[in-house]
C-alpha cells in the first residue's frame, strides 16, 4: 500500500528539523509504503534550502516549489494533482495534528472508508477568541449553504484515490478543500482527537487570513447572501412606502406639516449604508465569476525538486 503526506509549507525553516524527524519515526513504525509531497507555497525564508539539506539523503520526499505564494488551499490542491498514492493524508507542517492520528486514519481506510477527517475535540495552545470563532464559523457555514460539512474539521484528513481522482475534476479557482470534500460525498467517517499547540514558530493563519477563508467559504458553496439582501430591501421598500402613505395621510386629512427632518435624513443615510453593504455583496460574487472565466492557471510551479538517498 502506498500512501503519500501532503504537507504544504510557508515559511517553516523553525519547525522542518522537527518535522522531519517525526515524520522519519512515524514512517519506520508503519509497514506501508509511505512517502512525503511537500508543497513549498513561496516560501521568503531558507524553507526550501532546509527541507532539501534534510532530506537529500533520504528516499521518498518530493518538494513542489511554487513561483510564488498562491495560498494554503490551492498549495494542497497542487499537492493533490500531483499524487498518485493509494491514498493521500493531508497534514499542516506545525504537528499541531498529531501523526499517531494519521496511523489511525489509515487503518480506517483500510477498513474500507474513502475520507477519513480528524474532528478536533480540544485546541491546545490557543486563544479563547479563535477557538470561540472557529465553532461559530462551522455552524454558520453549515447553516448558510446546507452543506453537511463535519463540525470543528481542518484540512487534516485521508483521502482515497477515487476521492482525489474526483477532486482533481472540479477546476474552482479559490477552492475550499474541506468544503468541497464534503460536496464530493463518498464513505466518510471522523476520528476524534486533541490538537496540541505548535511546537516551534508562529502560525500562518492569522485573523485577516482566516476572515479571507470563511468570506470565501461561504460565498463558494452559497447564494444565500443574494437572498437575504433581495428579502431585506423588500421589507425595507414596504416599510418605505408605508411611511409615504403616512406622511400623505397627515398632510391631508390632518393638515399638519410633518415634523423629524433630522431622523428623516438619518433614515436616508442608514438605508444608502445598507445599500452600499449589499453591493458590496453583490460584488464578492460578480469578483469571483471574474477570476472564473479567466481561467488563468491557479498555481505556477518553479520545480519540483526529489530527494536521493544515494546523495552524499
Not at 528539523?17 to 512515524?26: Q, R
Not at 408605508?242 to 433614515?267: D, H, K, N
Request: without cysteine; proline residues 4%.
Amino acid at each position: 500500500m502506498h500512501i503519500t503526506l501532503l504537507i504544504p509549507l510557508y515559511n517553516e525553516e523553525e519547525m522542518l528539523p522537527l518535522l522531519v524527524d517525526e515524520l522519519e519515526n512515524f514512517r519506520k513504525k508503519r509497514d506501508e509504503n509511505i512517502d512525503i509531497l511537500f508543497v513549498n507555497d513561496g516560501s521568503k525564508d531558507a524553507t526550501e534550502e532546509l527541507v532539501k539539506q534534510l532530506t537529500s539523503s533520504i528516499s521518498g520526499y518530493r518538494v513542489i516549489n511554487f513561483s510564488r505564494n498562491f495560498g494554503h488551499q490551492i498549495a494542497v490542491t497542487a499537492g493533490l494533482d500531483y499524487v498518485e498514492a493509494d491514498a493521500v493524508i493531508i497534514m499542516d507542517a506545525d504537528l499541531q495534528d498529531p501523526l499517531y492520528v494519521a496511523g489511525e486514519m489509515i487503518d480506517k481506510w483500510k477498513e474500507g472508508y474513502d475520507v477519513v477527517f480528524g474532528v478536533r475535540e480540544s485546541r491546545e495552545g490557543e486563544s479563547f477568541f479563535k477557538k470561540f470563532t472557529a465553532k461559530i464559523f462551522y455552524r454558520f457555514f453549515k447553516w448558510f449553504t446546507e452543506l453537511d460539512i463535519p463540525y470543528d474539521t481542518g484540512d487534516f484528513r485521508l483521502l482515497s484515490q477515487p476521492v482525489i481522482q474526483a477532486y482533481q475534476k472540479v477546476k474552482e479557482q479559490n477552492p475550499f478543500v474541506r468544503g468541497l470534500i464534503a460536496w464530493l460525498g463518498y464513505k466518510q467517517i471522523g476520528l476524534q482527537y486533541k490538537r496540541e499547540s505548535r511546537k516551534a514558530g508562529e502560525t500562518k493563519y492569522p485573523l485577516k487570513k482566516m476572515l479571507k477563508l470563511a468570506g470565501n467559504a461561504i460565498s463558494s458553496f452559497s447564494n444565500k447572501p443574494l437572498k437575504i439582501t433581495i428579502q431585506f430591501g423588500m421589507m425595507v421598500s414596504v416599510i418605505a412606502f408605508l411611511g409615504i402613505g403616512w406622511v400623505i395621510y397627515v398632510r391631508l386629512f390632518l393638515e399638519q406639516v410633518v415634523p423629524g427632518w433630522a431622523s428623516t435624513l438619518l433614515i436616508v443615510l442608514l438605508i444608502g449604508g445598507v445599500q452600499f453593504i449589499f453591493m458590496g455583496v453583490l460584488g464578492i460574487y460578480i469578483s469571483k465569476i471574474f477570476n472564473e472565466v479567466r481561467q488563468r492557471p491557479r498555481y505556477l510551479i518553479n520545480d519540483i525538486w526529489e530527494s536521493d538517498p544515494h546523495e552524499k
